[in-house]
């Protein structure tokens, strides 16, 4: 017994040891579940891949699915000592106490990708996407094309969600100003941004012999499902296609798409958050202050669309989502 | 002997008129539609000439009875569970994803590129095999601990996608093959789509089975009354495995058919939600979701009603935000049509209409 007590305690003195050698910046990055989505998986490996040793950090990540766990990590990371906390919360409600504590303990806080409740004064600085952004860039983009008539079947993503609120409005607010812009339909995958339903409202439309040139797909599995219906249907689509293919989210096969010309556009929703912290991170090392926050210490992640034009394979390397 | 087969014919159909009388008036609700806006064009079946360069059939007709293919499927093994068990399994979406997921491991194993017909049975028969294993799993839950159906599958309900997951990790794999597009979509040189066929085959497989056995006696034996069930020597825990193997199969190849009509595997929402449409269906089909008696024809008409609302409400371009809601108006008055109650006061009505009648001759 009195062995091992002490083979622990001399395992601990290492560690703390090699803890104070490592004198890297230490932080603490709460994330979500990985399995949660594509986008989840490639956001948590831009910050593994980021906050490393080589890059002068000592981070510790814990991804939890739920509030309490990650206000317990984060009460953690501040008993720990650590410099800079990361929170992606998982639920934008009930951070205010944490972050007065993390305040008043001197830990400078960074959100990414989801905003909390709370006074602006409370966090750094926050990353985020700008929904609204996402729809106006692939609107612009189909507006950019100068075709005589737009005539659009438009597959929404789960109602009342950011992305769908921010990829339909644009799209919405163009139809209504543009006499040659029209909706010939509109439906909607539902709460799980469902293929099969995206298929079924393409399919449907085809069946009545609905006369459109594009559809505009809130997100690449939707797009797909349309595509398939056009596909059975003997439509074609794509670069030298009768319909203009649209998606969203950039994942890795529907970047395979546009390079193949089988799609015309798909709009980024950008999971790349590290990068910017970490250069916001330097600065207030060097004793620099952080520059182009809005009134909410927000930095709008900069988000791009692909055409399929233009799209090479290092795009798809550098910006693809899962494999 | 001969008045006993007949009373059972006759209770047999009463049971399809409630699905057949739905069919029956949203056909006619189409047909007033069409001619109120002059264009029949829901019921015309034309031909296209498809990407791959095939002639195939297109309409709503067909549309309808295509995209009910992997329901109808699934429906009819929720049938045969819920006449055993008396409960319904929810986990058939969940272990729908897992089974495509399987099915796609094996073919990515063979090479993406080079899809075969070898690969593809392989494929199917591990899937099939992997499936069996967990409803299995479901229906060892339900007959040898007889926990309550619905709490058994909500296990695999909740963590299925995640095992589906963890065999196809991030990846979601696209599957843009002849072969493949042949099992989805159609076989070059046959019209007709061929998830269509599939499901004629497994409701023919399905049929010969529960009429060339006394199989359908012992499920409904089981379903009614267990203990009579043992007592005449029919074992209700085989019994009640055996639906769940056929169920498996079922979700199996329901789960086949939509990951090639997408040519995607997408482990969050392959067959998404379908456990609910499924046990709809069977309660459409006129089949007591109590268990006992039971008819899979009636749970595959129901498939085509369900897919047919779907279709009639996308063809009237109904705003998304408020589908949800038609769909619930229609399904609540076909269910409330078809419900004991209701039946009860029909047919308690008929017979005082018959015998006034009858009172009426007599009394002339």
Redesign the interface.
């Known amino acids: 017994m009195k062995k091992i007590l002490a083979l622990v305690l001399a395992l601990v003195m290492v560690l703390c040891a090699a803890s104070a050698l490592a004198d890297g910046i230490k932080v603490g990055i709460i994330n979500l579940d990985p ?1 949660e ?2 986008y989840r ?1 490639a956001n948590v490996k831009d910050m593994t891949d980021t906050f490393t040793a080589e890059n002068g950090y000592e981070a510790t990540f814990v991804t939890a699915p739920t509030a309490d766990k990650q206000l317990d990590a984060a009460r953690g990371f501040i008993a720990d000592g650590v410099k800079y906390i990361l929170v992606s919360a998982a639920d934008a409600d009930g951070w205010d106490e944490v972050l007065q504590e993390a305040k008043d303990a001197g830990i400078g806080v960074f959100l990414f990708d989801r905003m909390v409740n709370a006074d602006p004064s409370l966090y750094t600085a926050a990353v985020v996407s700008d929904m609204d952004k996402e729809g106006e860039t692939a609107v612009a983009w189909l507006e950019s094309l100068g075709l005589e008539e737009y005539k659009i079947l438009h597959i ?1 993503g789960q ?1 009342g969600s950011a992305a769908q609120l921010g990829r339909s409005g644009a799209l919405d607010k163009k139809c209504e100003a543009e006499a040659n812009w029209t909706i010939v ?4 995958g ?1 709460d ?5 339903e995206a ?3 393409a ?7 609905e006369d459109f040139n594009i559809i505009y797909a809130e997100n690449d ?1 939707m797009a ?2 349309a595509v ?1 219906a ?7 689509h794509g670069v030298d296609g009768k319909v203009i293919v649209m998606g969203f989210d950039c ?1 890795k ?1 529907a970047l ?2 546009l390079l193949a010309g089988n799609w015309n556009y798909d709009g980024q929703c950008s999971p790349f958050q590290a990068k910017l912290i970490d250069e916001m991170i330097k600065k207030l090392e060097a004793g620099e202050a952080i520059e182009g926050l809005n009134e909410l210490n927000q930095i709008i992640n900069n988000e791009v669309g692909f055409d399929a034009k233009t799209i090479t394979q290092e795009d798809i390397d550098t910006y693809g ?3 | 002997m001969i008045q006993k087969t007949n009373s059972r014919k006759k209770h047999d159909l009463s049971q399809l008129i409630i699905p057949l009388a739905a069919l029956g008036i949203l056909i006619v609700f189409n047909l007033i539609r069409g001619i109120a806006i002059g264009d029949l064009g829901f019921f015309s079946i034309t031909t296209r000439i498809n990407n791959d360069g095939n002639m195939v059939l297109s309409g709503n007709l067909i549309s309808i009875i295509d995209d009910a293919s992997a329901l109808a499927i699934i429906a009819m093994g929720m049938t045969l569970v819920t006449a055993a068990c008396g409960g319904q399994d929810i986990s058939v979406g969940a272990v729908g994803a897992i089974s495509g997921a399987v099915f796609v491991k094996v073919l990515d194993a063979f090479g993406l590129d080079n899809i075969s017909v070898l690969s593809i049975v392989v494929g199917l028969l591990a899937a099939i095999g992997v499936t069996i294993i967990f409803t299995l799993f479901n229906g060892t839950l339900v007959a040898v601990f007889k926990i309550q159906p619905m709490i058994a599958t909500l296990i695999l309900f909740s963590c299925g996608r995640s095992i589906a997951y963890m065999i196809t990790g991030s990846a979601t794999p696209q599957l843009n093959d002849k072969l493949i597009n042949a099992i989805g979509k159609t076989i070059p040189g046959i019209p007709i789509p061929t998830p269509i066929f599939l499901v004629v085959i497994m409701a023919l497989i399905l049929g010969l089975v529960f009429k060339l056995t006394n199989l359908r006696l012992y499920t409904q034996t089981v379903g009614i009354n267990q203990g009579a069930a043992r007592l005449n020597g029919i074992n209700p825990t085989a019994i009640k495995l055996l639906s769940f193997v056929l169920l498996g199969v079922c979700v199996s190849l329901a789960s086949m058919i939509q990951v090639c009509r997408l040519n995607q595997l997408s482990h969050k929402t392959l067959l998404d939600a379908i456990e609910m449409d499924a046990i709809l269906a069977v309660a459409i089909g006129g089949n007591s979701l109590g268990g006992g008696k039971f008819r899979l024809a009636g749970s595959i008409l129901g498939s085509y009603i369900i897919l047919m609302l779907t279709n009639t409400l996308n063809d009237m371009s109904v705003k998304p935000e408020s589908i949800k809601a038609y769909k619930a108006i229609v399904i609540i008055i076909i269910v409330i049509a078809g419900s004991p109650a209701v039946k009860e006061k029909i047919s308690a009505f008929w017979k005082k209409v018959h015998n006034s009648s009858r009172r009426a001759v007599a009394g002339r």
């Open positions: 399995a989505s594509g998986e929404k109602l339909r509109e439906g909607t539902g799980s941004w469902d293929p099969e298929r079924k409202i399919q449907a439309a085809i069946d009545a012999n599995g797909q499902g398939a056009l596909d059975k249907a003997g439509i074609t994942n096969y395979r798409e989502l899962g494999e």
